[in-house]
Every structure is written in structure tokens, then in C-alpha cells.
């Protein structure tokens, strides 16, 4: 019997199509507030493929997880995470400085920073990152601040959500 489902393993495995990507569109974020700094220090994790689909709306030839052009790559990048992953202070969109992304097997990793204004006493957030791919995607955040941790889920109906430092 054990002899027959090894075949029967085998077999399906070279008939059956392979099935590329993943079956779930989310990603995590996380926001940690350097009061010492004044800033908001930010990693976000992506599945890679969706990056690449995201971007090849500009360039149809575009790879990532090897670079086809590293520094096209990070440009495009950029410019979408400031279409799409936005923060506010005291009713104003701010920029964020992008530090850099890298590679962790089938992630892309990012990392950001924003300033925070002295006055600011909550911040909002809007990631809207991957929705026009993905209906079903949806954004893990974490945020910390003073050793203490808050998690919230964003999603396509309700993309957007304050977050208070205190």
C-alpha cells in the first residue's frame, strides 16, 4: 500500500500544475517610536513577488530577488510607498526618508523613517499598499512605543487608523 501512494505521489506531482505565489496577500508592518530621536522607525515586510507585480506596471521585464536594476528597483519602490503608505500629524501628510530594503527569502524587507513633530501627541495611518492587485490583501501593523505594543489590521474597507503615542 505504502509503495502504491508513493507512486501515486509522484505521479501527480509531474501531472498536477505547479501553483506559483502564495494563497495569502498580507504583509507587516512594524512602527516603533524613538522618542529620544523624535522619530518613527519602520520596517515593513512584502511578499517579494508582490512587489514585482506592483512594479511592473512601469517596467513589464523587471525582477526582483535578483535586482534586474537595483537602483531602478528602489526608485519605483519608493515612489509607491509614498503613493500608498502615508502618515499624518496635525492634519499633514508627511515624507518619510527611505532607508533601504534587502532580501529574506521570499520577503522584501524596508525600512523607513519619519520625523514626529514636538507637538504631536497620535499620528494616522493609511497603507493602501497592494490593493489594486490584491482585493484580499490585507496590512498586519504593530506599534510600540515605551516598551509597550499595540496591533491593529488593516484592510480595504478600513485602510486607515489613528494611533495615539500615549
Partial sequence: MSIFCSLFFMITAFV???????????????????????????????????????????????????????????????????RYFRIKFDQEWVDFTFLGREYKNEILQCYLEVQVPETSQSLILQNRMLFELFEEQQHIIHFKNKGSRKSFLLHGAADTKTIAFH
Fill in 16 to 82: 498536477m500544475p505547479e501553483k506559483k505565489g502564495h494563497k495569502f496577500y498580507i504583509s507587516t508592518t512594524t512602527i516603533e517610536y524613538k522618542e529620544e530621536f523624535g522619530t518613527l522607525q519602520i520596517t515593513s515586510q512584502l511578499f517579494i513577488d508582490d512587489i514585482e507585480a506592483l512594479l511592473r506596471k512601469y517596467e513589464a521585464e523587471l525582477r526582483l530577488a535578483p535586482d534586474s536594476d537595483a537602483q531602478r528597483i528602489d526608485k519605483l519602490f519608493e515612489l509607491e510607498l509614498k
